[in-house]
């Protein structure tokens, strides 16, 4: 057969692998080995481009492979999961800046070689390189807003919105004026000025990667982790365009789609627009509408444990809180022991807690808590009045019941976990402080929610010990 | 290298199909899969590996493609083995009720 046919066809086999690895990895019983499947097609789809190329410096490509791969094994070995959404967000940007070196090897590549530069080419390379580009800046900026290096609130200044459509803009102009000129470049004498243009378009959109992530605060996080990951996709699928690749091509769509699908879904859990979430810096106005009086119940230690030892419905709703306490062990040994007790006890999580979409889901399986236990918003809200207790842990905006109370809210509109219309309501947590979006939470002042104050992790041990005893 | 109008009007089909089943394969998945879905298509992202390769198969033309190439190839198996692995740590945790007896 010949060798061209025999590759394609390889390539059709492994593009068939990531389409049923993605399908297997829809049900928990069967992820994981979706996840061998997509990995089997990755290693088909090496092993065929392996076979292609000739002219390779042996050397340089097995010390590069070798190098990633002890980083990756090795970051992947040695992650914390609780700062699994930092790394989601470095490994997006690495896939970004591949596409882009990719992009601008190939680009260099035509330019020394004096080949006439193909328009259509030229336009895959361009797309390439400005998507990884921001791909790779923009995911360098979220890994340091969720690792605590840079501040997680948003950083705005006055302006800001139009300096980055003038980047925008430039970016643009610089494209239509590098493509102009290398459409029309003579191979004879390539020129330095079209690479310069390239060069220029690379760090523009380096810049427009930072300046359109910092304005975004840390619990919108989720949105730009999906919005990230679907241009890593999109980035390589250029770069598919350019080395004229179906299987990037497929692979790389499959990537975008599922990563704009995820970003609807979690801007949907919010009820705020992309565009919201993109440009408006929430969190960062404290714009109070409405000030909410009354007095905060707190509650002892004993006096929960009596509570939660009556209770025989119980519905933890983590949040973010419990990530930065550590606490998931914790909060699965007093869930086992209130099953022990009798109680039929639920983890209901929503779309958007955490950092990153499934964080919490991610902790509590770490935990060891089964995931049937795991429930969404909707299986728990119609019924809400029937949970006698709801232990709040570190979540606050999406506990918000202003977002369903009160239209002159940030959060008016957005779907929340009902836990003020269950029996009893205990909310731990350091202090009364409002949660990220600055917003006070009328919950605290409820009459059926007892504050239990101190640190997550603290609390829960407590609570388990008075069980034990 | 030059593309001619019937190889990039296929392209671009595979390119507007893939995205459409991208879009029905992911709208089933349940929330509590949706992190590992993100590294697990995350690694699928490393696909870029095989432009990396194609591109070190110029890498005898000149000295820059060589280390572009070879920085290109270097990210893309961060991304491949990192992504894959730590998905699968991940799953490794996603038990049943049943499989776990529920208390360990």
Redesign the interface.
Known sequence: MNPQLTRGLCYVVASIF??L???M?????T??R???V??IG?LI??LT??T??????WG??I???A???V???L???L?K?TS?PQ??GL??G??G???L??G???Y???W??S?QG?P??TVAILLTVLIGGVTFTGSLIAYGKLSGAIQGKPILYKGQNLVNAGILLAIVTLAIVFYIADVRRLPAEPGALVYTLLMGAIVLAFALGVLSTIPIGGADMPVV??LL?SY??L???A????????????????????????TS?MCRAMNRSLANVLFSGFGAAVTQASQYQGQAKPVNVEDAYLILEAAQSIVFVPGYGMAVAQAQHAVRELG?LL?ENGAEVRYC?H?VAGR????M??LL??A?V?????V?PQDVNPTAEMVEVAVVIGANDVVNPAAREDENSPLWGMPIIDVDRARTCIVLKRSLNPGFAGVDNPLFFKDNTRMLFGDAKASIGALVSEFKS | MELDGATLTLLFFVFILAMFLGVELIKKVPSQLHTPLMSGSNAISGITIVGALIASGRAESSGVVTVLATLAVAFAMINVVGGYLVTDRMLEMFRSKNRNGGEQ
């Open positions: 990531f389409v690895g993605l399908k990895l829809s049900s928990p019983r992820a994981r979706g996840n061998v997509s990995a990755m789809a090496i481009t392996l292609a190329i000739a002219g390779v410096k340089w490509l010390a590069g492979a190098l990633g791969s980083i990756g094994a970051a992947a070995r992650v999961m699994m790394m989601v490994f997006n690495f896939g800046l591949a596409s070196l990719v601008w090897s190939e260099h590549w035509n020394a070689g080949a193909s259509f080419i982790i999906c990951n890593s996709g980035a390589a699928c770069a598919g365009f350019v080395v004229n690749n179906s299987v990037l091509i497929v692979s790389g769509s499959l990537v975008g789609a599922s990563g704009l699908i995820l879904i086992s099953e999580i779309p990153m979409p499934g964080h889901n991610v399986a770490e060891n089964p995931y049937e236990l795991l969404e």
